[in-house]
Nanobody, 120 residues
Framework: VQLQASGGGLVQAGGSLRLTCAVS?????MGWFRQAPGKERESVAA????????VYADSVKGRFTISRDNAKNTVSLQMISLQPEDTAVYYC?????????????????WGQGTLVTVSS
């Protein structure tokens, strides 16, 4: 399974970005994680294989939206109202859990990461 994340970049506080992850292979539960310098990798959002169940970290609720297009084998993370504390490398991940999963151990395959930098 290969995952290719894209869409990161530099944005000012209050701005928006859309991350996309292209997934090869069958349907998986998918998640977005992020890792800021000196911090642990944390779950941001997750979606189940069918796309009808999602879960978000408290810090991004109302600002980030995860979605998937199974016909195109892509998962997206729409981010609005970005803040400097959202600055991190964002990773997409794929797993075999039935539902939307938030633990790193639930994921088997990881993309290479895409950097999001939010300036104040």
């Amino acid at each position: 399974v290969q995952l290719q994340a894209s869409g990161g970049g530099l944005v000012q506080a209050g701005g928006s970005l859309r991350l996309t992850c292209a997934v090869s292979g069958p349907r998986y539960s998918m998640g977005w994680f992020r890792q800021a310098p000196g911090k642990e990798r944390e779950s941001v959002a997750a979606i189940n294989w069918s796309g009808d169940s999602t879960v978000y970290a408290d810090s991004v609720k109302g600002r980030f939206t995860i979605s998937r297009d199974n016909a195109k084998n892509t998962v997206s993370l729409q981010m609005i109202s970005l803040q400097p504390e959202d600055t991190a490398v964002y990773y997409c991940a794929a797993g075999h859990r039935f539902g939307a999963a938030t633990s790193r151990s639930d994921y088997v395959y990881w993309g290479q990461g895409t950097l999001v930098t939010v300036s104040s």
